[in-house]
């Protein structure tokens, strides 16, 4: 029996290749998530909670996402990429120093409270 090579057959070359594909895509969706995420809850504060929390204008921020976003949709299938990375990057920031701040000075709706205050 001999042994061939054919476009369909490379040794497993395209079982890697698939399983690569299925990881970048992945990671690709996630990396989408974390932007949309982002420019929705930049877009539930206030713009006088920015001013508050001494972080930069509403709408740079919401301008900053919106543009991770449509990056982060056209690198869905490379998000490794340059510009991929550097969309999960801006979302990131909004996310680890923007969003606590807003966070702690924005004010609490509702108006449950409990035994250890409001809720």
Known sequence: MRWEVSPRNLGGVNVVYDVQSLINLVLGVLALGLEVFALVDASRHQPRTYQIAEK??????????????????????????????????????????????????AGRRGGGSGPYGSW
């Open 56 to 105: 930069r204008t509403k709408s740079f921020w919401l301008i900053l996402l919106s543009v991770c976003v449509a990056i982060g949709i056209v690198a869905l299938f490379n998000v490794l990429s340059l510009f991929g990375l550097l969309a999960v990057v801006g979302a990131g920031v909004f996310l680890a120093d923007v969003r606590p701040e807003l966070r702690r000075y």
